[in-house]
């Protein structure tokens, strides 16, 4: 999912999923893609990464988004965040 920015992202496509999928039937899993620094406002890193089923890295959006020093900060906090909830990580 692209574009993510808070919570309430996941939980929106979750419900959207759950009243288009039959229960008992496969429902895909959620990939959030880490693009934008609001991201990592208060506690919505830790709860993104808790609603979904993995976290994908844009360093290169992150980088036009915020100061490209930043980036491997930010990428080590989403990898950190992800090991402690034992979610994958792409980068």
């Given at each position: 999912?692209?574009?993510?920015?808070?919570?309430?992202?996941?939980?929106?496509?979750?419900?959207?999923?759950?009243?288009?999928?039959?229960?008992?039937?496969f429902?895909?899993?959620?990939?959030?893609?880490?693009?934008?620094?609001?991201?990592?406002?208060?506690?919505?890193?830790?709860?993104?990464?808790?609603?979904?089923?993995?976290?994908?890295?844009?360093?290169?959006?992150?980088?036009?988004?915020?100061?490209?020093?930043?980036?491997?900060?930010?990428?080590?906090?989403?990898?950190?965040?992800?090991?402690?909830q034992?979610?994958?990580?792409?980068?």
């Amino acid at each position: 999912l692209s574009f993510v920015q808070r919570p309430e992202d996941i939980k929106e496509i979750r419900e959207i999923i759950a009243d288009k999928v039959p229960d008992g039937e496969f429902k895909p899993s959620i990939m959030a893609k880490i693009e934008k620094p609001s991201c990592f406002e208060g506690d919505n890193l830790k709860n993104l990464v808790e609603l979904c089923d993995g976290i994908m890295v844009a360093r290169g959006d992150l980088g036009v988004e915020c100061p490209p020093e930043d980036v491997p900060i930010l990428q080590k906090t989403i990898i950190d965040e992800c090991r402690v909830q034992g979610k994958p990580v792409v980068v």
